[in-house]
């Protein structure tokens, strides 16, 4: 045996696997000192106990290298499949054959690489149903081993199937225990992944802040040499260190290795900061007049110096600028966020912006679309980091619409209609602080003007269980509640309905989340 | 001497422990169970227990009961000309508890041991622990009560055994641990809970699906009503313990109102309510990594387990018949007495331990960077995990968010989320910290959580090496200087920096001296402000503190000033 080492020092005994004389060491070491006031003493004795009956720490560190090393692979990777106890255990309930059947089942529907065929979807929903509507789901063994199975199954299998994700974390209650410390660890898993697949669907999205380094990183370099400069080196190093805190596993699935090498190395040392949102609109817009150029069909044309041009065109383009703010916020003068204002605190902004309406490459409807989408975006950051009074009158606000809309159809119809309009009518009567009507204003003016543009389909940045809840919320049946999202070709009744559950939904979710939801709905 | 008592929503109850085992002790009508009701006559007699209860009935707006559920809000219950808060209303049973004791003994009770459900946060321990201070009673030790109720199980034979769960439903709380008994060491595992789940809510089932069916006058008093439909319906749910129907009758004025419940319907009322009991077992299982199979008992403890439903409910839970050893309005008393003859350090009890858990987690909000780069506030970082082992001491290290930073304000939370907003704030401190680049500044945060369940936290600024302290827990009255000085001891061992009182202490003295300095109107105005700020600092709460500093610091200053005039 080799020679004492921790942690059976601090018990006084030699290691040894057997439980009963660990157990009884701790028990006289434990009635040898008072644990209630020697605390230090008695934390090391309980760890000290807790590390022997573990059984890792027979032998000195150093001879058992190879295990942990072990250990730590395993615990990066997915939770792995429901592993059975060698022992057979002791079930307090009993299963069949039909049992044995249905679960293998189940395991085979989601064994296989590509998407689940619709056919399988449905029959593994309706395994779902005779598992969740089963009896013996009462007992609570039978329970958590159904739980822990799905819970593994769906970690394990990711994507696979996805589509059973949000029923059963529903019949679960998982929402709820997702951010629990130390539930189940597939559930937490579950729902990272959830969330970093949305996280993917809004980088690939051309809106999004961070999409051109997304792109960057994902497809390498896109054409046009203006793009390429555009990419700041601080949202870049940004981009790369949220991703792999908070999703490591798309770096793996997405990137390319040399691309990411290449820009780390450009961006070492650069501290990790939030966006500057002025200098984003101006970096999107000198990316986007790129793309006009080469929309425009005409690309054998070299790059206009566009300093050249800001000189003299510079009255003008104030002018232009301003009315488009005027345009955009029609509170913005008396809010303090004038051209003046713009000017003062981002002078590169105002350059950038400058330099844009000069660009000849762009056509005026281009140009006041992107524009406008550009500001759009500006206000939707401005909303994220709404301060915390405004958020609460956000919730209030909410919270009171949504009454209105429930009880009274007239509203609801009307807030359909135009709902910047309603939303001033109504929100005259309510207290809130200025700035808080002047940023509503904004979002709901900007869904008015939306409307007009294609965009692509709206309800595909709506998750699935947000059209679940729309559905168990508002009773309209499913296709109806999509129609309800895009058409006027629906009774009225289902309209107001799906539209006055879905605010329901909006009080209960935090308003940077709302702020995303609505516009895409709307 | 120390007594054990069973402070509960619906009954209380007293033990000691004498002659190498745990009483009861009777009350004043002979019953081992007084009902945790107050009343308040007109004439300001008051009434505690069954006669309470009677009142009740009769003049709802003189009496109350179920109080315990608003212990430690500031939710204020009117009787008749008086009101009181919870914690002053279980002053009262505590009280009359001791009364009791004491007429039983012939000794005169000190201290006492009072259970607190094992998910009573951290205000609602607090107010207790004011309660038994209110009352007259030293609080020795507040225990948790499923820990209770397997110290009188496993002191029974202290046999050893294997892992066994309490299931502790009483009148409101709901409670779960996970106990293991080796060699007389009695260690709680893991403990989990719901501290809005109790047998009240199953009488509260029933009187909603009366209120669906009938229509009951609206000219009745509505407090009136609903002490009687609560008072009937409570009836109704116990004869269902025994019958599978139940029939009762209610009269109001003029007018007769009958119930008449199945077993079935009253099942399918509740089955909300069973299916809540289910997530905090699991938890307390999957945090002590055992399977449902590997539990040698259960346990049930609390009034609300003998309904059948509840009974049926278990049975299927864990597929087998739950133990009745222990009577399960008994046992919290009895295990409490036995805490109280540990506490004292009787010689029957020499070789028993007793190890507890912090059933919550602990820790500060924090910020971080999301993924899209923007700073997200309102993050937990615990510092303890829930189950472990108390008494225990922990650091964690924390850097400053932006640059040129001034200050760091701390706010220390208890909870499960990750979004302080879902977990309950227990305190805040404020304190200033040298200007330098974001993440240059460290700040070590040191949280000690005794087996009193009190909390106290020190941060350590690394710059400065300048510690800060903050106890968290109550103490409005002040134990006695020798107690105090074995308590700060005790924590001494732990810390290696006193308490940061002086601030305080120097604006006291400072008042003290203005006092002597000035006469008449001005020296009554300091009096005046100096009770208060006493005040305040007895309830130790250290925003309310730090106001009431400042506020004090600024009359004082232009006082001094008015006077140099």
Request: charged share 25%.
């Amino acid at each position: 045996m080799s020679a004492a080492h921790w942690p059976w020092t601090v018990l006084d005994i030699a290691p040894t696997e057997d439980r009963k004389t660990i157990r009884e060491a701790y028990s006289r070491r434990l009635k040898a000192l008072d644990h209630e006031a020697e605390t230090e003493a008695y934390m090391a004795l309980r760890q000290a106990r807790d590390a022997a009956l573990s059984g890792q720490f027979l032998h000195p560190e150093g001879e058992e290298e190879d295990e942990q090393a072990g250990g730590e692979v395993e615990a990066e990777a997915p939770p792995p499949m429901a592993d059975e106890p060698q022992d057979k255990p002791v079930f307090t309930v009993e299963y069949d054959e039909s049992d044995d059947r249905r679960f293998q089942r189940v395991v085979d529907l989601f064994l296989g690489e590509d998407a689940l065929a619709a056919a399988d979807a449905e029959e593994l929903d309706a395994h779902l149903d005779t598992l969740f509507a089963d009896e013996r789901m009462g007992d609570l063994g039978h329970y958590a081993r159904i739980e822990a199975w799905l819970a593994q199954l769906l970690a394990e299998r990711y994507p696979r199937g996805v589509a059973l994700f949000p029923r059963v974390a529903e019949y679960f209650h998982w929402a709820d225990r997702a951010h629990e410390l130390g539930v189940h660890p597939a559930i937490p898993w579950l729902f990272n992944a959830y969330e970093a697949d949305s996280v993917v669907s809004q980088l690939d999205a051309p809106g999004h802040a961070y999409h051109r380094e997304w792109v960057e990183l994902t497809s390498g370099k896109p054409k046009g040499p203006l793009w390429v400069r555009a990419i700041d080196k601080t949202r870049m190093a940004n981009l790369i260190a949220t991703i792999r805190r908070d999703y490591p596993w798309l770096e793996q699935q997405h990137w390319q290795q040399d691309l990411v090498a290449r820009w780390e190395k450009k961006t070492a040392g650069t501290n990790v900061k939030g966006p500057n949102i002025w200098v984003w609109i101006a970096l999107a817009f000198v990316a986007l007049s790129a793309l006009g150029r080469l929309a425009d069909g005409d690309s054998s044309r070299t790059a206009a110096n566009p300093m050249a041009l800001a000189v003299e065109q510079s009255a003008a383009a104030d002018r232009q600028i301003a009315a488009f703010i005027d345009q955009r916020f029609p509170q913005a003068q008396a809010d303090g966020r004038s051209l003046d204002t713009l000017r003062a605190k981002s002078p590169r902004a105002y350059s950038t912006l400058q330099k844009a309406i000069g660009t000849s490459s762009m056509s005026d409807e281009m140009r006041t679309r992107f524009l406008m989408r550009e500001i759009t975006d500006v206000y939707y950051q401005i909303i994220d980091r709404m301060p915390y009074e405004l958020q609460v009158a956000d919730a209030r606000f909410r919270a009171a619409t949504v009454k209105k809309l429930k009880d009274n159809p007239r509203d609801c119809a009307r807030f359909i209609g135009n709902p910047a309009a309603y939303w001033r009518e109504g929100n005259s009567a309510a207290a809130v602080s200025a700035d808080y009507q002047y940023q509503m204003s904004a979002v709901f003016h900007d869904q008015y003007v939306d409307r007009e543009w294609p965009l692509a389909p709206r309800t595909a940045e709506i998750s699935g269980p947000l059209i679940e809840r729309l559905i168990r919320r508002s009773g309209v049946p499913e296709d109806r509640v999509r129609a309800a999202l895009h058409s006027p070709d629906v009774p009225q009744a289902d309209l107001c309905r799906t539209i006055g559950s879905l605010y329901e939904i909006l009080t209960e979710i935090p308003a940077k989340e709302a702020s995303k939801i609505l516009p895409a709905v709307l | 001497m120390i007594v054990g008592i069973d402070l509960g929503t619906t009954n209380s109850a007293a033990a000691v422990f004498e002659n190498g085992e745990a009483r009861l002790i009777p009350n004043a009508l002979g019953d081992v169970l007084t009902p945790s009701a107050v009343a308040i006559l007109a004439d300001g007699t008051t009434l505690v227990g069954k006669p309470a209860l009677n009142h009740w009935a009769l003049k709802p707006a003189e009496a109350v009961t179920s109080f315990k559920r608003f212990i430690g809000t500031n939710r204020t219950i009117k009787l008749g000309r008086y009101s009181f808060k919870a914690e002053d209303l279980s002053a009262i049973v505590l009280r009359s508890l001791k009364e009791d004791i004491e007429a039983a003994t012939g000794e005169e009770v000190t201290e006492a041991v009072i259970t607190v459900p094992a998910y009573f946060n951290d205000k609602q321990r607090k107010a207790t622990r004011r309660a038994g201070e209110l009352a007259g009673l030293k609080v020795a030790r507040l225990l948790n009560e499923p820990t209770a109720a397997a110290l009188a199980f496993g002191i029974a034979d202290k046999e050893d055994r294997e892992p066994f769960l309490v299931f502790d439903l009483g009148g409101g709380t709901f409670d779960v641990s996970i106990v293991e008994m080796f060699d007389a060491i009695i260690e709680v595992r893991a403990s989990s809970g719901d501290n809005r789940l109790g047998g009240d809510d199953f009488t509260n089932a029933i009187v909603a699906h009366w209120m669906e069916t009938e229509t009951f006058p609206s000219d009745v008093r509505r407090n009136l009503l609903d002490a009687r439909l609560f008072q009937a319906a409570d009836t109704a749910r116990r004869m269902l313990t025994d019958e599978t129907e139940a029939r009762v009758a209610l009269t109001l004025g003029e007018r007769r109102f009958d119930l008449s419940i199945t077993a079935d319907r009253f099942e399918a009322l509740a089955e909300p309510l069973l299916t809540r009991l289910r997530d905090p077992i699991l938890r307390s299982l999957r945090d002590s990594d055992l399977r449902i199979e590997a539990l040698s008992d259960i346990v049930l403890v609390g009034g609300a387990t003998r309904m059948p439903i509840v009974r049926k409910a278990i049975t299927k839970m864990f597929g087998r018949f739950p133990n009745h050893i222990v009577h399960p309005d008994h046992a919290v008393a009895i295990g409490a007495a036995i805490q109280a003859g540990l506490v004292a350090r009787n010689a029957a009890l020499e070789e028993v331990r007793l190890t507890d858990i912090c059933p919550f987690t602990l820790g500060i909000e924090v910020t971080e960077h999301d993924s899209h780069g923007r700073l997200r506030p309102g993050l937990f970082s615990p510092i303890i995990s829930r189950n472990s082992p108390t008494p225990i001491s922990r650091t964690n290290n924390y850097a400053s968010m932006s640059d040129n930073q001034s200050h760091i304000r701390l706010n220390i939370y208890q909870g499960e989320s990750r979004e302080v907003a879902n977990n309950i704030l227990l305190g805040t401190m404020e304190f200033p910290i040298p200007r330098k680049p974001a993440g240059q500044v460290s700040i070590d945060c040191r949280f000690t959580y005794d087996s009193s369940g009190m909390l106290d936290v020190d941060v350590t600024i690394a710059e400065t090496g300048k510690t800060l302290s903050v106890l968290i827990a109550d103490d409005s009255e002040a134990p006695s200087p020798e107690q105090l000085e074995a308590r700060r001891k005790q924590l001494a061992a732990l810390k290696t920096h006193p308490r940061d009182m002086a601030e305080n202490q120097y604006v006291v003295g400072w008042a003290a001296r203005l006092y002597e300095e000035f006469i008449d109107d001005r020296r009554e105005h300091i009096g005046r402000m100096l009770l208060h700020f006493e005040g305040v600092l007895e309830t130790q709460e250290p925003r309310a503190i730090t106001e009431a500093r400042d506020a004090m610091t600024a009359a004082l200053t232009e006082m001094e000033q008015d006077g140099r005039l």
